[in-house]
Each structure stands twice: as structure tokens, then as C-alpha cells.
């Protein structure tokens, strides 16, 4: 689940870079950011649902 959302941030990342553009703090930098937190924490294991 998380490695998803990173996708989704890290696609509106370039999209922001491409464009140069930002709004106001959100930034390309902070979604790359938020982006490789939610991969960290992806492959810490949260997140992950258990099924038996």
C-alpha cells in the first residue's frame, strides 16, 4: 500500500519539476521526500496485511 502511494508521489514530483512549478511549500523536494518515507516504511513491513 505504501509503495503505491510513493508511486503516486513520486509521478506528481516530476510532473512539478517538468512543469518548475510548486505551491507554496509543496514542493518537488518534499514528495520525493514524502515519497521515499513511505518506501522505507513499505519495506519495514507496515502496512502489509497478513492474510491465512
Same mark, same amino acid.
Given at each position: 500500500m505504501? #509503495? &503505491? &502511494?510513493? #508511486?503516486?508521489f513520486f =509521478?506528481i514530483?516530476? &510532473?512539478?519539476?517538468l512543469?518548475g512549478? !510548486?505551491? !507554496?511549500?509543496l514542493? #518537488?523536494? =518534499? =514528495?520525493?521526500?514524502?515519497g521515499?518515507?513511505? =518506501?522505507?516504511?513499505?519495506l ?8 491465512l
Amino acid at each position: 500500500m505504501f #509503495a &503505491i &502511494i510513493a #508511486a503516486v508521489f513520486f =509521478l506528481i514530483a516530476l &510532473i512539478f519539476q517538468l512543469a518548475g512549478m !510548486g505551491f !507554496g511549500p509543496l514542493t #518537488a523536494t =518534499l =514528495l520525493v521526500t514524502a515519497g521515499l518515507l513511505c =518506501l522505507a516504511l513499505d519495506l519495514a513491513g507496515l502496512g502489509r496485511r497478513v492474510r491465512l
